[in-house]
């Protein structure tokens, strides 16, 4: 029987295993909609075409698998932008189906009609604009096979409605895959692994920087630092590539890192990164970046070698290839090294503090309930550090983290301990301020099994919040601990550091009621105003469906240790209050 | 953007990409998003239909090049890409010049001297074509300056590396 262009789209997506798509209907995909009826593909109808692309991407980073999404013309399709941006900084497989008005109507300023190939080609991978309903089956093949290989990145595929609305008239399956241009190296080069093995093998200080490339090749990084006795650094994105509670494992480097993390990078004499880019919240100041090291940079993707940093070993291919041909059988030690970072002086260099009661906002009447205190002289408070703490012993360390953008995801990043790659879920490249929510019902479908418990500020939840419709009408068992501190906390600590505490327009004060709030989306609540809380806490997170955890932190609570941006990683602000490391947190961490 | 300090070397590449829609904003695209410096461009069809050859000249600081070929081969439209600065070449631009006819035998001896052509004539101008490299044009423009140049279009550089045979 003939298909339409949309029923081969359904049946194209069942072929590739799609299990989830995320997804908002409107008048240029209700074709698609009309053929997933009744098919057992899952649909997740989200609230928000941003909210529905977070999805996706939070459910390919935890699963591994290509994420879904679909959007309607014009403003449906323009919502996706930004979480196709967040995708793309990050190198999450993403493949976004959007519907384009009727090809004769294109360019005509047709009603919900935009440029959505033009508007994405900067931040996708590759993109399409199909106005052939034969191609739809090879095309959208080739985008999941684009989006996933390589270094992985968003596909989008823009398909007019008259395409998926005609009858499809020869098969689509017998097209070749044309992609001459398209080359995916995964060997390394020989003689480069080579000169890599023996640099390390003569290196007196080793130091291993893995970033969200190693993700995928995490036994091979444990085997690595192991066998050879490398201590480790990880990036935002490559924590859980190597567990949170070993002891070679120093924690973050860059701006919000361990100072362990970054003196060891700038006294180490060979940096090995693994799928990691340099980036300049990593680096701090480049030309001070690793000074007394030779630096071996393993990626996949060529392009980023050299980008930031000259390579001292290039090495082009796919971090498991690479770390097999590496490693041999060879046992290494460096105790006097490990030993060195272990006992490192810090510079004792002080940021400004708060300045107590200055909040301009806080003056003003209608910015609070008139029975709550301004955010500034709030009475009780949890330290961030006690709950995260607490929530990650809870689960053994065996839970998955979404986080949103700001202090929230910082803490998170110092304070839970992940011990398994892909569950830390959390926005790098871009800094998506509403990542979170959305992020973490994605994470959740994609590892039911586990528990997903999103850390959020009260700055980034409401830039979606939307999306807890989506969990209260699925079901999704996601906790929420909401870290309400009632300001926009990162950007209110620049401004105490470099803006003289003039607090513009970062305080939120007391609105919403976000335990009321969850309420009202039939998902429970608790507020945690202080230790007597903690009992509660524990309880929440163990319920079974999803739950909204408000925590009450002080606005004045700040993200230590602190490398200003263009500074040199040793420059750190308040390098003792850094999380404890792992070697002193001892064996009895639960 | 960039300081006096920086060396800016000149470079020819010519891209071989699929002839597909929106090929051509690609590789522009990606030049604009990196803040990389098209001096001059030129599109066309190839021997092969599914194929067009984008030759760019481009100013940039010597250890940004390489990065520009690796971020060109990223887009997946992009089939081979081929530097042609140290390569043995010919390179040929186009450019018509539209000048004050009154002395239309100076002009005329002028063009001959260049090989270039008058294409158009009218009371007042003549038009004149020539092709040739940047150099030959810029010092018949130079030429004819003097003269009363009211318009000028000139194509970008094209160029071919010589056969080895």
């Known amino acids: ?590 | 953007m960039m300081s006096d300090a920086i060396k800016l070397e000149k470079v020819i590449l010519a891209v071989l990409v699929r002839n597909e829609p929106g090929v051509l904003s690609r590789v522009t695209g990606l030049f604009t998003r990196r803040g990389y410096n098209i001096h001059s461009l030129a599109v066309g069809p190839t021997e092969d239909i599914r194929v067009s050859r984008i030759t760019i000249v481009i100013e940039e600081a010597e250890e940004r090049l390489e990065q520009v070929e690796k971020q060109l081969h990223k887009l997946v439209d992009v089939l081979k890409i081929v530097n042609l600065t140290n390569a043995q070449r010919v390179e040929r631009e186009l450019a018509l010049i539209q000048v004050n006819g009154e002395k239309r035998s100076d002009i005329l001896q002028i063009v001959d001297i260049f090989r270039a052509k008058i294409v158009d004539v009218s009371p007042r101008e003549v038009m004149v074509e020539v092709t040739g490299d940047t150099e030959k044009i810029d010092a018949l423009i130079q030429m004819l300056d003097g003269y009363g140049i009211s318009e000028i279009v000139r194509t970008g550089k094209i160029a071919l590396a010589r056969s080895n045979q």
């Open chain 1, 1 to 590: 029987m003939a298909k339409t262009g949309a029923e081969v789209l359904v049946s194209t997506l069942k072929d590739l295993d799609v299990e989830y798509v995320f997804g908002y209907p409107g008048g240029a995909v209700l074709p698609i909609y009309d053929a997933l009826y009744g098919s057992s593909l899952k649909h997740i109808l989200t609230r928000h075409e941003q909210g529905a692309a977070h999805a996706a991407d939070g459910y390919a980073r935890a699963s591994g698998k290509v994420g879904v999404v679909i959007a309607t013309s014009g403003p449906g399709a323009t919502n996706l932008v930004t979480g196709l941006a967040n995708a793309y900084m990050d190198s999450v497989p993403m493949v976004a189906i959007t519907g384009q008005v009727q090809s004769g109507l294109i360019g005509k300023d047709s009603f919900q009609e935009a440029d959505v190939f033009g508007i994405t080609m900067p931040i996708t991978k590759h993109n399409y604009l199909i106005k052939d309903e034969n191609k739809i089956e090879a095309i959208l093949k080739e985008a999941f096979y684009i989006a996933s290989t390589g270094r992985p990145g968003p596909v989008l595929v823009d398909i007019t409605k008259d395409a998926l609305m005609n009858y499809v008239s020869k098969s689509g399956s017998k097209q070749r895959l044309e992609l001459q241009g398209y080359r995916v190296l995964k060997e390394g080069h020989p003689r480069q692994i080579a000169i890599a093995r023996k640099l390390i093998k003569e290196a007196n200080k080793p130091l291993i920087y893995a970033g969200g490339g190693a993700q995928d090749a995490s036994k091979l990084l444990l085997k690595l630092a192991e066998n050879f006795n490398i201590p480790v650094t990880t990036t935002l994105m490559g924590i859980g590539a190597f567990p949170g509670n070993h002891e070679l494992n120093l924690g973050m480097l860059g701006m919000h890192g361990t100072p362990w993390a970054n003196l060891a990078v700038q006294n180490c004499d060979l940096l090995i990164a693994i799928g990691a880019r340099f980036d300049d919240r990593v680096t701090g100041a480049l030309n001070k970046f690793a000074e007394k090291a030779k630096i071996v940079h393993i990626d996949i993707d060529a392009a980023e070698i050299g980008k930031n940093v000259p390579a001292y070993v290039p090495i082009v291919g796919d971090a498991n290839t690479v770390l097999t041909e590496l490693i041999d059988d060879t046992r290494l030690s460096h105790k006097d090294w490990i030993l060195e970072i272990q006992n490192f002086e810090f510079p004792a260099q002080t940021a400004k503090e708060p300045k107590r009661g200055d909040c301009v906002n806080c003056t003003e009447p209608n910015m609070h309930f008139a029975e709550l205190p301004p955010p500034c002289r709030q009475k009780d408070s949890v330290d961030p550090k006690v709950v995260l703490e607490l929530a990650s012993s809870l689960f053994k360390n065996q839970l998955i983290v979404a986080t949103d953008v700001g202090q929230n995801q910082m803490w998170a990043a110092q304070y839970i301990k992940i011990e398994k790659p892909r569950s830390f879920i959390t926005s790098g490249g871009l800094g998506t301020m509403g990542y979170g929510l959305p992020a973490a019902i994605g994470a959740q479908l994609g590892r039911p099994k586990e528990q997903v418990v999103l850390v959020t500020g009260d700055g980034s939840i409401q830039m979606n919040i939307q999306e807890l419709a989506t969990i209260a009408a699925y079901n999704i068992p996601v906790k929420v601990v909401l870290l309400n501190n009632r300001v926009l906390g990162m950007v209110r600590q620049w401004q105490t550091i470099f803006y003289n505490g003039r607090y513009s327009q970062t305080c939120t004060g007391s609105i919403p009621d976000f335990c009321a709030l969850a309420n009202a989306y039939s998902i429970p609540s608790l507020r945690v105003k202080g230790l007597d809380d903690l009992d509660e806490f524990k309880v929440a997170l163990k319920a079974e469906g999803p739950y909204f955890i408000e925590v009450a932190v002080d606005p004045d609570e700040s993200v230590w240790p602190m490398v200003a941006p263009g500074a040199s990683l040793c420059e750190m602000f308040h390098a003792s209050k850094a999380p404890t490391p792992s070697w002193q947190r001892g064996q009895n961490d639960e």
